[in-house]
């Protein structure tokens, strides 16, 4: 049995995540603002309405977990901090953290001019949050998804960093699947910084746009 705490539970990613552990014998504590953004809650989940700036609230959830699974948006630098504050206070040390394509300036071409155009006032706290996360003792692995799409699939590459980005769109089923797959075989990825792709969606931006 693992047990993991999911940092913004309501997402539609750790949604996903979420109905995957479902039928595992996983211990799942569900982290969010409002309990009301889950679909349902699995048998024996723990739910844990606060707020990750929340000192008290985070130390208390982060508390004899095994694995921390952020899922944020807001302000994702100021969070990052605190929960590498609350892990290393309680002695947690694997952490899988969502941040975002082009931190880096690592998509290459026409996609890359786009997607800074598009989300590029954005990119700072998710960059910040990850040089938080790498500068810290923890074990972490920190993903950077493509546009994100609701497909019914999972079909995903991923890219190292210092590697250029490829595709321009991943179905947030597949990003999912990723972290439960970490989750499950927690050695898997340890301390690496992952681009998510789906494979064959190369293009000047994404498909749906």
């Not at 048998?43 to 008290?56: F, I, K, M, Q, S």
């Not at 508390?63 to 921390?68: A, F, N, R, S």
């Not at 597949?174 to 797959?181: I, P, R």
Request: net charge negative; proline share 4%.
């Amino acid at each position: 049995m693992t047990r993991v705490l999911i940092l913004g539970a309501g997402g539609q990613i750790a949604r996903h995540a979420i109905r995957m552990l479902a039928d595992t014998d996983d211990e799942l504590t569900l982290f969010l603002r409002d309990r009301r953004k889950l679909d349902s809650v699995p048998d024996g989940a723990r739910v844990v309405e606060g707020d990750v700036l929340d000192t008290d609230t985070l130390v208390a959830a982060v508390h004899g977990q095994d694995i921390v699974y952020a899922n944020l948006a807001g302000d994702v630098d100021r969070q990052a901090q605190a929960i590498v504050r609350s892990m290393e206070g309680a002695g947690v040390r694997r952490l899988i953290f969502i941040t975002s394509l082009g931190i880096y300036d690592e998509v290459p071409g026409e996609f890359g001019r786009w997607n800074r155009s598009q989300i590029g006032s954005l990119l700072g706290p998710y960059r910040a949050a990850a040089d938080a996360i790498e500068a810290s003792g923890l074990d972490f692995t920190i993903l950077r998804p493509a546009w994100l799409t609701d497909a019914d699939e999972i079909d995903y590459e991923v890219t190292e960093k210092g590697e250029p980005f490829r595709g321009t769109e991943v179905s947030r089923k597949s990003v999912a699947a990723l972290v439960v797959g970490i989750i499950r075989e927690p050695s898997t990825w340890s301390r690496a910084n992952l681009g998510v792709d789906k494979p064959g969606t190369e293009g000047d931006k994404p498909a749906f746009m």
